[in-house]
């Protein structure tokens, strides 16, 4: 049985091309594994802070001495960190935002990156924890960024890949809705994301 894990960062709701792509891609995947379970988590409804100095005590506070401050805390971060641990396959909803992810999505990366909790370093350097997932990054922008003379203005894509890297999860499809701004492509642009999806 395949557990997989929906995180939205658009409130567009209905009207959000990374929503619909996404749950493209889960209908194909649940196509592929008719006992898969899904589980949404939502970056618009359950905020996740900017992290702070209350934030960072705490995700350095040895586990044995933390205080009660430390543990509210570091809460967020913990439930978070174990949606992703107990998901077999993660599909990342993204819009491009100037360039770039949006700020909710980029919190929540800085929640579950943690050192000595989704990544170490050794004598050998840093070695990521999250470890056997399949990780599908369903990505919508107004205009066309996979190539072209826009491709170098993409800073969401790379950095996505580096940061999810970096945390040990190196299987990762990048499913694209683009040109939902441009005439003569905008009409098309889902329908061709969505044939794109290939699951494995």
Same mark, same amino acid.
């Given at each position: 049985m395949?557990?997989?894990?929906?995180?939205i *960062?658009s409130?567009?709701g &209905?009207? *959000?091309y990374t929503?619909r792509?996404?749950?493209?891609? !889960?209908? @194909? =995947? /649940?196509?592929?594994?008719? +006992?898969?379970?899904?589980k949404? #988590?939502?970056l618009?409804?359950?905020?996740? /802070?900017h992290? $702070? $100095?209350?934030h960072?005590n705490? #995700? #350095?506070?040895?586990? $044995?001495?933390?205080?009660?401050? %430390?543990?509210?805390?570091?809460e967020? *971060?913990?439930?978070?960190?174990a949606e !992703?641990?107990a &998901? +077999?396959?993660?599909? =990342?909803?993204?819009?491009?935002?100037?360039?770039?992810?949006?700020s909710n999505l980029?919190a929540?990366i +800085?929640?579950?990156?943690?050192?000595?909790v989704?990544?170490?370093? +050794? /004598? %050998?350097g840093p070695?990521? =924890? !999250?470890?056997? @997932?399949?990780?599908y990054? &369903?990505?919508s922008?107004g205009g066309?960024y996979?190539?072209?003379?826009?491709a170098s203005y993409d800073? &969401?894509?790379?950095? =996505?890949?580096?940061?999810?890297?970096f945390?040990?999860?190196?299987?990762?499809?990048v499913v694209?809705v683009?040109g939902?701004?441009?005439?003569g492509? /905008?009409?098309n642009?889902?329908a061709k994301?969505?044939d794109?999806i290939?699951?494995?």
């Open positions: 395949k557990k997989i894990l929906h995180i *960062s409130p567009r &209905a009207a *959000s929503i792509l996404g749950n493209a891609i !889960i209908d @194909k =995947l /649940q196509l592929a594994y008719a +006992d898969s379970t899904v949404e #988590f939502s618009v409804e359950e905020r996740f /802070q992290l $702070e $100095e209350a960072l705490a #995700f #350095f506070a040895p586990v $044995e001495s933390r205080t009660p401050e %430390n543990l509210v805390a570091i967020h *971060s913990d439930a978070a960190i !992703i641990m &998901a +077999d396959i993660i599909v =990342l909803g993204v819009p491009l935002y100037n360039f770039g992810v949006p980029k929540w +800085d929640h579950i990156s943690r050192v000595g989704t990544f170490k370093y +050794d /004598q %050998n070695e990521g =924890l !999250i470890k056997n @997932k399949k990780l990054i &369903a990505f922008a066309v996979s190539e072209g003379p826009m800073n &969401a894509v790379p950095y =996505l890949k580096s940061v999810f890297g945390l040990g999860i190196t299987d990762i499809t694209r683009e939902t701004n441009i005439p492509i /905008q009409d642009a889902l994301g969505i794109s290939i699951v494995n």
